[in-house]
């Protein structure tokens, strides 16, 4: 066997190289964003300088043997942007495209979310450079047990609190809770369930989490919908991304008289003028891993996917979707932002211009934080919520959250919606720093 450890080893160099020069830098994206906001709230400089970066940077490299018995060295990252408001709380991506720059960015949207919902989180993301679907269960296992391992004290059930986000899942949060677990004394072990959020039902997992991010798009669709006189029974949805959160979203607008007619992922893309069953397309993708060979509707050229005609666009995948390349062929009346940064910022100006609605992504995904904040406290106080008690309260933060961005926008004249809730998380932390001040 090659010693793993050799200078030429492949093995030897970390999973994820920086962001090549080609790339946009997402962080970039998130502060442009922030200071829009911070413009309209005149935000003082201090404040800026504090918010503008993370707390706390932590990269971790570690090795995992393989079954073939050899070892990998992962590079796994933790960012913490703020804990103003309570202990840093964000979820931890599985994806070979993460890296510093783009965890970064996720980390600061997170401090908004909570702010901009009045839960009472501040703001991380982590992540692992590489792919979860090439390894077998117990590579995948063994890799998520190490880095919660890595990560030791830097997270922990007060004051850092990770959970699911692409590429990881309910079983990724039990590893880590279990490991966490086992990593503390005894008297503590039976304290700590708490430690991550999005686990399953079983091992203390909150009903609804699953979906909640999804419920949470569909509650501010419907918010959006009731503002300005759209009858979302009967309209046209295309989905991009049909992972946890773009088919729940799928599944809970269709059961409310929409009409998904068309889904992209990474494998391809689908559409169907009257309508693709978002229930059988689930099935059929954590089937099959993909939308790709799914019976019930029509196979198309990825590029053609943008230009099906739809009410609404839900870009639920990555970062950086909605770009110029495409932006001319959307014909949705509104883009919902099921995930974190799907639209370039000259793609927005370019929607902005025709008069096309943005849902911002920490307005509108912010569904799944507001649960594991749920979560969160059933762990803590040895409580079980109902499934219709979550959703209702699920749907009254993110009610108050949409009142308050519709307010701020009319209070301060701003057109953008994501300017608006920016304004509106940014009030909200102001007033927290300008009564604690800084230490010492
Ligand atoms: N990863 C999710 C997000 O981006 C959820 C975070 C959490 O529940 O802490 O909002």
Redesign the pocket.
Known sequence: MNDPFTANSPLNAPSGTPRDSGHASLFATALSQFERGADLVDLPDDLRSILSQPKNEIIVNFPVKMDDGRYRVFRGYRIQHSNLLGPY???VRFHPMVDLDEVKA?ASW?TW?SALCEVPFGGAKGGISFDPTALTTGELERVVRRFTHALGSNIGPDHD?P???LGSNAQSMVWMMDTYANSTGAAERQNVKRIV??KTLETGGSPGREKA?GQGVVFCLQHWADEVGFDLAGATVSIQGFGNVGSATGRILQVHGAKVVAVADHAGAITDEDGIDAFELTDWVREHGSVAGFPGAMWIDPDDYWAVPADVLVPAALENQVTMDNVAQIQAKVVVEAA?GPTTPDAERALAQRGTEILPDILV??G??VV?YFEWLQNRSAQRWDLDDVDHKLRDTLWRACDAVVDIREELEVASRRDAAYAVALRRLRVVYEQRGIFP
């Open positions: 709380k964000g979820g996720l997170m979310k609190i959970a699911p986000d959020t999005g991010t974190n995904n912010a799944g934080v594991s």
